[in-house]
């Protein structure tokens, strides 16, 4: 049985890529382990979505200076386990003999599992038979014999195991399996820092693995609350302090979010809970091998992108080297704050931090765009993007796909992305074609344009709107409401009796769009029209924006 913790990635979904496109087209093979207790929590599927295109992510893509980018964390990230079969009376077997009196009457298999420090422990033991499983409370003294079992299993360099799992046949066939540490305790298993700090302690460790040394010892380093932004950003002023202008390293913004949101549609359209995704306002990804990124778009064309590479050198040196932390926010502006962070800053596991302000990356003390790449997903170039589009949603790699592809990019990079165009580029036939489109509207990427409002729902909406504000309605019957048709909407009102005559009677106009505007028969119907007419290609043009027309009322 493999040890949790140690290579439970093993059998996981690998969810990055193998693209069988050529020599410089690899983008790196990755195994997927649950998500670290300090990433956002994010899609995780046991369904691989296809043999060599798993989450989109970018570790050995062609990044921003062309050539292969490999992060440390493209190679095995955690030793074998050490497991063995016992033979004879030994720790192992004196601590199943202890708990085999609290078995079930019948069972197969046996899983014991033990987390300890010097101060605190877990223990949970499973029988199970092909039909049932039962938990067992574990008796003390089976824990002390696994505590003392722990004491003389320590080893100078790394120290005694964290975890213990046994796994026994009824016929007796032990398989045992330490976990150091090299991935994050599961849940239910993480103690407290202080648990963790005793036992280092009593067992000191040549190093620790950074997630660990990192949640012992990160000391809120890398937080930046809005007051402590403010007055750092303060601080850097005065004293002359900028930050570092990033030129030819990540794409620019509205590039980067256009190539991340195509992705993240087509994993969307392929049913793969894998990938990158957009969530309002926010780029997110998490990679395979547990590094990630998120994008977080800002007013005014700003943004933020940062997050964290597993294991990354800088953070080794920082926990286990004894070096001093990076400057992550030198120069940052005061808008760089917790909110827009990616999760990790505050578990001690950012990694990198860029922003984006007046069309222009910047940075602090981050590492370059390549040494960040196994934490970002495959967007340094358009013929990135299409490559991995066209293996995710067509499986095989069709080259004949790639036309529709390669349009659907350049839409989405242009921000004029339509139906049309993701349903010829994904195919009628698509898992989820919704969830793609939404992933576009999401971004604002999409091209829409409104279709004609009914003729109903046009009076519905005034009668909602009337009764809503509560409006004098004397004499202005809503049930004697009428709807003309116009080019973009409907110019509804209630007809003036015949032989009347009515100045500044209400007259409501309502486009395709929903938006709703107040008028009277003291504006001439005609010179409305035509300014209520260019407000609504004012919007469709500019994908919903400024509407400058006289108290507008979104209808929908």
Not at 305 to 313: C, I, K, T, Y
Request: charged share 25%; proline share 9%; with cysteine.
């Amino acid at each position: 049985m493999a040890g949790q913790g140690e290579n439970e990635a093993d059998d996981a979904p690998d969810v990055a890529f193998t693209l069988d496109l050529g020599a410089d087209s690899a983008i790196g093979d990755h195994i997927a382990p649950p998500d670290p207790p300090e990433a956002p929590s994010g899609p995780v599927s046991a369904t691989e979505p296809d043999e060599g295109v798993r989450d989109g992510g970018s570790e050995a893509d062609p990044g921003p200076g062309g050539g292969s980018v490999v992060g440390d964390d493209a190679t095995a990230d955690s030793v074998p386990p050490e497991s063995r079969v016992t033979t004879g009376a030994d720790p192992i077997e004196r601590i199943i003999d202890a708990i085999l009196p609290v078995a079930p009457e019948r069972w197969d298999r046996l899983y014991a599992e033990f987390a300890l420090t010097v101060s605190t422990d877990f223990a949970q033991a499973i029988f199970s038979t092909d039909a049932a499983e039962s938990v067992a409370e574990i008796p003390a003294p089976v824990i002390d014999l696994v505590r003392e079992y722990r004491a003389t299993a320590h080893e100078p360099e790394r120290g005694p195991w964290w975890r213990l799992m046994i796994h026994v046949t009824a016929d007796r066939v032990i398989e045992v399996d330490y976990d150091y540490g090299n991935d994050p305790f599961p849940e239910g298993q993480l103690f407290a820092p202080e648990a963790y700090r005793a036992d280092v302690e009593a067992y000191p460790r040549e190093r620790l693995p950074v997630w660990l040394a990192a949640y012992i010892g990160h000391a809120g380093r890398q937080s930046r609350s809005p007051q402590r932004a403010a007055a750092a950003a303060r601080t850097d002023r005065a004293a002359a302090v900028w930050s570092e202008l990033a030129e030819n390293e990540f794409p620019a913004f509205p590039v980067m979010w256009a190539r991340w949101t195509t992705l993240a549609a087509a994993f969307a359209v392929s049913g793969s809970e894998w990938g990158p995704r957009i969530l309002p306002g926010q780029g997110w990804f998490e990679s395979a091998r547990r590094s990630g990124a998120t994008l977080c778009t800002l007013p005014n064309d700003r943004a933020v992108l940062s997050g964290g590479v597993w294991n990354a050198p800088t953070l080794d040196r920082s926990y286990n080297g004894g070096g001093p932390m990076p400057k992550f926010y030198t120069g940052a502006p005061e808008w760089v704050a917790d909110p827009v962070l990616n999760p990790r800053a505050a578990s001690g596991l950012l990694s990198f931090c860029y922003w984006w302000e007046g069309g222009r990356w910047y940075r602090g003390e981050s590492p370059d765009a390549e040494d960040c790449a196994p934490a970002v997903p495959g967007v340094w170039t358009g013929e990135t993007v299409v490559d991995i589009v066209t293996r995710v949603v067509s499986r095989t790699g069709q080259p004949e796909a790639r036309p529709a592809i390669a349009t659907l990019v350049a839409a989405a990079e242009s921000g004029a992305v339509t139906e049309d165009v993701v349903t010829d580029a994904f195919g009628g036939g698509a898992v989820d074609m919704d969830g793609a489109l939404f992933q576009f509207r999401l971004a604002g990427l999409m091209s829409e344009v409104p279709t004609a409002m009914p003729e109903q729902l046009a009076l519905t909406r005034i009668r909602q709107y009337v009764s809503g504000r509560g409006l004098d309605t004397t004499g202005y019957p809503l049930d004697e409401l009428v709807a003309d048709r116009l080019d973009c909407g409907w110019m509804v009102y209630v007809p003036v009796p015949r032989g009347e005559l009515a100045i500044g009677r209400a007259i409501f106009y309502i486009a395709d769009d929903g938006v709703l505007e107040p008028s009277s028969s003291s504006v001439p119907p005609a010179r409305f029209i035509a300014e209520f007419a260019k407000r609504f290609e004012l919007r469709s043009t500019r994908g919903g924006g400024k509407n400058d027309s006289p108290q507008p009322v979104r209808s929908s």
